[in-house]
């Protein structure tokens, strides 16, 4: 580097503005909220390694920069704010029923959303060749608007367990199913049919678990 | 950690817990060693306020992941409630808050295995509803708003920083162009800063009186619009390679 101030200010700012983007935005996403956390807690983020690509991402992208700032000024108006608004916040479930192996709940708010707790029986191991079909709940959800079916069926082979859902409703590929299974989702959308299946979980999974929580609603970005 | 640290944490976490109704803690001596481990692990001082509430705040997100991966009634209701205060702090309608608090709520259920890190789950959280917040204004167009125009805090005049770090400029070629290409003084001078003597935006900050997220972001909206144009990067390539004959 010369001792032109000009060209050492333009070396510099060369090398900030044509570093190679190291993650995409999902990676960046992710890292958003410990860089926040850090930030406010006065770490000195620029020179932990832990965020060197996350920092470049943002130098770069309009964004997950924007993400990065409203994220940061959400945490700021959390704790900041001196008394919490005065207006009465409503409790995020209704529970619609519960018996000895299910629960349903529906979630507030103008989109129909629900949630659907199953309790685990427990489970025989599988014959050799064999497959065995347990329907875990089959109702039809009068609390809901337009009362759809649900019927969820627990398939077992001796390869790998399945979920088969059935939804029955207008649209139903408009829907997603996740199924939350101890520190695993699982994601599957309706067919026309209203059939969703869904897979990737092993039988230790299921046999550990106490219940399984399905929760289904329309699809959500990311 | 003598006594005195142990009392000012034990503080933040009773305003804290009062102010939003957190009922999660049954045995609050457990609890505070853990808001403690947090507090060495950010390396806060005893004075440091917001580091404190950040050390809490971890604490307490290790408990509501808990309670929420155990479907506890308690843990859902006061995620909402955080969601839904800070939908509302930030300025949006009674309507709009529910509705973006609802959207977050039902994307953190959903999401909730795929989080790194269970102590980072309210801020993970606050991180989902800004993304509710920006699809949404996405659908209406939103542009962003000039960095000038944000009044949540005193600044020191960014001219002043300015003023110092151009000596070596005057007159330069490069400098008018950044100046006709950044025209926010402050996104101009975070860039300047850096370029002229390797400031971090955490430095920025210090000498601005602002936030290092604030400084940060206007240093990173600065240099995406000189990146945006052609002709300045080209200059910019030409200018370093005459420094260096060429090579």
Known sequence: ?222 | MDDSFQATLRNVWRRQSARNGWKLVDDEERFLDTARVEAVFLACAEAALKCLQQAVLRAYSLLLHQGLRARRDQAAAELYRALHYTALSRGRSPTDAEEYAQEAFFRVLEKLPTLREPRSLLAWAFRILSTVAQDRAAQTARTAEPLDNETAEQIADPLDLEAGLIEGLIGAELLRRIQQLIPNSLERVAVLDDMMRGAKPGDTATVLGISQTHARTAKYRGLQRLRKNAEFMRFLSELTDSSTGGS
């Open chain 1, 1 to 222: 580097m010369t001792a032109d101030p000009e060209q050492n200010a333009a070396a510099r700012l060369l090398a900030a503005l044509t570093q190679p983007d190291p993650i995409d935005h999902a990676a960046a996403h992710a890292l958003i909220p410990e860089l926040v956390e850090a930030e406010r807690a006065g770490a000195d983020v620029d020179d932990d390694p832990r965020f060197a690509a996350l920092l470049i991402h943002l130098s770069q992208c309009e964004t997950c920069l924007d993400l990065y700032e409203r994220t940061a000024e959400a945490l700021e108006a959390f704790l900041d704010t001196p008394e919490p608004p005065t207006i009465e916040t409503p409790e995020p479930f209704t529970l619609l029923r519960r018996n000895a192996y299910a629960a349903l709940r529906s979630l507030r708010g103008a989109i129909r959303r629900f949630e659907l707790s199953l309790t685990m029986p427990a489970l025989q191991p599988v014959a050799v060749g064999s497959s065995t079909t347990l329907t875990l709940f089959d109702e039809q959800l009068h609390e809901l608007s337009g009362a759809p079916e649900l019927a969820v069926m627990l398939i077992r082979t001796e390869a790998m367990p399945m979920l088969r859902i059935r939804l029955h409703e207008a649209s139903p590929t408009d829907w997603q199913v996740h199924l939350l299974l101890d520190d695993a989702r699982f994601l599957a959308i309706p067919g026309p049919d209203g059939i969703a299946e869904l897979r990737g979980f092993t039988e230790e999974a299921l046999r550990s678990a106490r219940a399984i929580d399905l929760l289904i609603g329309p699809a959500t970005q990311a």
